[in-house]
């Protein structure tokens, strides 16, 4: 249930804090008072579209905040999953928006997406305004009526995959059909999966061939060092020419065989580190060797890649591409016998789970209306009679089902749809039965109508009050009205009127006490509150709380 709702810089309000029950709560006020801005608020909070012109006059940002307790197990388990704390079950949701024009949305003080709220209270709450009453009319939103009713959760989902499945086959087969080749495309197709394949590319293989190149590319300058080297060692009057003339030289003298053998030994050591040094020399000069082959295979794959798509990935989806093309034109016969069957079988399975799905549909169509009946009798619509048609459609994700709600609202009247056979204030007790016999079953904590009495007064009005106060047995109502004879049955009834002072105009609400509230509804019924008005209000009021 909705324990509290704070609005502050909103529009007309300046700032208001309602605590609500849970039980049947009204709230009044004259037409352009701002009443219905507390039901807007309540949609902003449950995700509705909300822009800067809600933020007051003169004023940075406007707040809103719901508090809600819920014990909905399905509602805490994913707020858990997502990673939002909850405590105590309650549930404290938050929106700001600029004036301009930012907005944040959290969630037990945590941010939180618009999507992910409107999951969230789409599962607490219900608003019901008289636009949802002309949706009644569309026969989809009748379909969903009947399957919360039905309970057929798990057999819409069951058939909604099956028709995928079924579809998906649907859909190659046709494309098979309509596939025509030619023996041009066939030679083509057999010579690009040949290149693939002939190709032999691995998976990384580009990346792993372009950090060898860049290695192996670096070793040009380990050439040019060594060849210097090498030259400067081995040169004509090079070093090792210096030095075999020195010791030469030392040796022929005889007086410094020492220092001469030292020069000898020198020589060698210098001609053998020439050797060696030619060698690697020759070593890197064979890799680069591979280097050519590296970049010959390097530009191969590039080619190919921008020939098939761009990448391994493509490459390879290209190769299992024209293989399947390649056996379709093959085995063309065969496929379409294969693609048949798979379709053929996908059918059947759709077929069993939607004609189950439909059963099961078809099972609650008399007691539903049974019970409809019996509220619209409590509505004082003592002749309407309700049916549900049924024809087959088409298969669908739904199902087969085309669903009509019927009625007839007046004796010897013939059934007919809702569109064409309800006025607006019948349309209005209509919808408040169903929503009597489908809220219900939804585990919805809060339900909350805006203004649906339109069209009704009387001993009408009185009656749609008693079915909202036995609604409010079961859960929290809300509700906004002009009508006296609804508002009487409601267990806390909040007032809102429009204050001016120093030219400023500000919407206030507040709970009223018994008194005021017969002085509200005397307002309400007759235009002022006189004192035989507020009187008969009195005695309305003891009626009701009687029974």
Not at 69 to 87: A, I, K, M, P, R
Not at 381 to 390: K, V
Request: with cysteine; charged share 30%.
């Amino acid at each position: 249930m909705i324990e509290q709702l704070m609005v502050k810089d909103y529009i007309l309000f300046d700032h208001a804090l309602v605590d609500f029950k849970n039980d049947m709560t009204v709230i009044t006020g004259e037409t352009g008072a701002g009443k219905s801005l507390l039901i807007d608020a309540i949609t902003y909070l449950a995700g509705g579209r909300m822009t800067q012109s809600v933020v007051r006059q003169n004023k940075e940002k406007a707040t809103l905040q719901m508090v809600i307790e819920t014990d909905n197990q399905e509602v805490l388990t994913l707020l858990e999953e997502n990673g939002y704390d909850v405590e105590d079950g309650l549930v404290i949701i938050q929106r700001s928006m600029s004036a301009q024009g930012k907005g944040s949305v959290r969630i037990n003080q945590q941010v939180a997406t618009l999507s992910f709220l409107k999951k969230v209270v789409s599962k607490l709450i219900d608003i019901h305004s008289q636009m949802d009453t002309i949706q009644l009319m569309d026969e989809d939103v009748q379909l969903e009526m009947l399957d919360q009713y039905a309970g057929t959760k798990k057999e819409l989902e069951e058939t909604a995959q099956a028709y995928q499945v079924m579809h998906r086959h649907e859909k190659e087969l046709e494309k098979a059909k309509n596939e025509t080749y030619s023996d041009d495309e066939l030679e083509y197709l057999t010579n690009a999966l040949n290149e693939i394949q002939n190709a032999a590319i691995e998976e990384g293989e580009l990346e792993t061939l372009q950090d060898k190149i860049k290695e192996l590319s670096k070793s040009q300058q380990n050439i040019e060092d060594l060849s210097e080297t090498i030259y400067t060692l081995t040169k004509d009057n090079g070093i090792l020419d210096g030095l075999y003339s020195s010791y030469k030289q030392l040796h022929k003298n005889g007086s410094f065989d020492e220092q001469a053998d030292q020069l000898q030994n020198h020589y060698y050591q210098l001609q053998a580190l020439s050797e060696q040094l030619s060698e690697k020399k020759e070593d890197i000069l064979h890799e680069g060797d591979d280097l050519d082959q590296l970049q010959e295979r390097e530009y191969k794959i590039k080619k190919l890649f921008r020939k098939y798509g761009g990448s391994y990935r493509t490459f390879k989806e290209k190769e299992v591409e024209f293989e399947e093309k390649i056996d379709r034109i093959i085995h063309r016969q065969d496929l379409f016998e294969k693609l048949e069957a798979n379709y053929t079988q996908a059918k059947k399975q759709y077929d069993i789970l939607a004609q189950a799905l439909s059963q099961k549909r078809q099972s609650v169509f008399e007691k539903l209306s049974h019970e409809i009946e019996a509220h619209c009798q409590d509505l004082m619509l003592s002749n309407a009679r309700f049916r549900i048609d049924r024809e087959e459609k088409k298969a669908s994700k739904n199902g087969i089902d085309a669903i009509h709600f019927m009625v007839s609202m007046n004796p010897g009247q013939p059934f007919s749809t809702l569109k064409q056979s309800a006025s607006g204030g019948e349309l209005s007790r209509l919808m408040l039965a169903l929503k009597t016999v489908f809220q219900t079953r939804e585990g919805i904590d809060t339900i909350i109508f805006d203004e649906i009495d339109t069209g009704v007064s009387g001993k009408v009005a009185l009656a749609m009050g008693n079915k909202m106060h036995t609604i409010a047995k079961e859960h929290q109502v809300l509700c906004i009205t002009h009508l006296a004879s609804v508002a009487v049955w409601a267990d806390t009834h909040y007032l809102v009127k429009k204050v001016q002072e120093d030219e400023k105009t500000t919407t206030q609400i507040k709970a009223i006490d018994e008194n005021e509230r017969l002085i509200e509804l005397a307002t309400m019924a007759n235009g002022e509150a006189s004192e035989s008005g507020i009187q008969s209000m009195k005695e309305l009021r003891r009626s009701v709380q009687n029974g």
